[in-house]
C-alpha cells in the first residue's frame, strides 16, 4: 500500500477547523474527515430514540442498532449517512452540538468509531478535524495543528453565521453555549480536549479566512511537499 499522509487538526468549537480543513483538503486534493459531524451523528440517532446523552446504559443498550458511513459527493463534500439515510443537513443544530460533545464522552462510543476514523486514514491522505485527533485517534498523524480562537470571536463567528443562514442568534446566548462546550469538551475523563506535545499552536483570533490558510500551508509543508 503506498504511503498516505494525515493532517491532524484539534482545537474548541467554533475555531473555524471545518472550514479551514475543507479548503485546504480541496486545494491539497485530500479527504476531508469531519469526526465532529460523526460525534452529531450518534447524538441525533441517540435523540431520535429518546435517549439522554447522559445515559450511559442507553447509549450502550443502543449503540449496535447504528450504522455510520461517511460518503463524498462529486464536488468532496463529506455526507453522513445513518443507517442508511443522510443526515447531513440535520446534525447542523446547536442542540445536537450539545450533545455531541456530551455522547463523544462515552468510551463505547469513542471505541466503536476510532477504528472506522483509522480505516480512512490508512487508506487515504486525509486531514482530520475534532477534539483528539492528534492525542488519541492519529498520534503518529504526519501534521499535527491546535486551532483556537477567543471564546468571544469564536461566538461572534457563529453569530454572523447564523443570522447570513437567516437562523436566529443571540451572541450572549451562544457565547455561554460555547464556554459550556469548552468545559465539557476539556473536563471529559475520555479523550479530553487538549493540545499535542508535539502539535504547532495557531490562533485564528486576530486572521481572516485567507491568512489562517497561508498560514497552515505554512506548517503543513514544513513535513509534506505542498
Known amino acids: 500500500m503506498a504511503k498516505t499522509y494525515s493532517i491532524a487538526i484539534d482545537g474548541p468549537a467554533g475555531a473555524g477547523k471545518s472550514?479551514?480543513?475543507?479548503?485546504?483538503?480541496?486545494?491539497?486534493?485530500y479527504h476531508y474527515v469531519d469526526t465532529g459531524a460523526i460525534y452529531r451523528t450518534v447524538a441525533y440517532f441517540l435523540d431520535l430514540l429518546g435517549i439522554s446523552p447522559k445515559d450511559v446504559d442507553g447509549v450502550e443498550r443502543y449503540i449496535d442498532e447504528l450504522?455510520?458511513?461517511?460518503?463524498?459527493?462529486?464536488?468532496?463534500?463529506?455526507?453522513?449517512?445513518?443507517?442508511?439515510?443522510?443526515v447531513s443537513d440535520e446534525i447542523r443544530t446547536q442542540d445536537?452540538?450539545?450533545?455531541?460533545?456530551?455522547?463523544?464522552?462515552?468510551?463505547?462510543?469513542?471505541?466503536?468509531l476510532l477504528?472506522?476514523?483509522?480505516?480512512?486514514?490508512?487508506?487515504?491522505?486525509?486531514?482530520?478535524?475534532?477534539?483528539?485527533?492528534?492525542?488519541?485517534?492519529?498520534?503518529?498523524?504526519?501534521?499535527?495543528?491546535?486551532?483556537?480562537?477567543s471564546a468571544e470571536v469564536r461566538a461572534q463567528r457563529?453569530?454572523?453565521?447564523?443570522?447570513?443562514?437567516?437562523?436566529?442568534?443571540?451572541?450572549?446566548?451562544?457565547?455561554?453555549?460555547?464556554?459550556?462546550?469548552?468545559?465539557?469538551?476539556?473536563?471529559?475523563?475520555?479523550?479530553?480536549?487538549?493540545?499535542?506535545?508535539d502539535a504547532v499552536l495557531l490562533d485564528t483570533s486576530e486572521m481572516d479566512i485567507p491568512t489562517v490558510l497561508e498560514n497552515m500551508k505554512r506548517i503543513i509543508g514544513e513535513k509534506i511537499a505542498l
Open 19 to 29: 472550514t479551514i480543513a475543507k479548503a485546504l483538503a480541496k486545494e491539497l486534493g
Open 158 to 197: 457563529r453569530t454572523a453565521e447564523l443570522l447570513e443562514k437567516g437562523q436566529k442568534a443571540e451572541y450572549n446566548q451562544i457565547l455561554k453555549e460555547i464556554q459550556q462546550r469548552d468545559y465539557q469538551d476539556t473536563h471529559r475523563p475520555i479523550a479530553p480536549l487538549k493540545q499535542a506535545s
Open 67 to 86: 450504522t455510520v458511513e461517511i460518503t463524498y459527493d462529486e464536488t468532496g463534500k463529506q455526507h453522513m449517512i445513518m443507517n442508511g439515510m443522510d
Open 115 to 149: 477504528d472506522m476514523q483509522r480505516d480512512v486514514a490508512k487508506k487515504h491522505n486525509v486531514i482530520m478535524d475534532g477534539r483528539d485527533i492528534g492525542t488519541v485517534v492519529l498520534p503518529n498523524a504526519t501534521v499535527k495543528i491546535f486551532l483556537t480562537a
Open 96 to 112: 445536537i452540538s450539545q450533545k455531541a460533545s456530551l455522547v463523544s464522552a462515552h468510551k463505547v462510543v469513542r471505541d466503536v
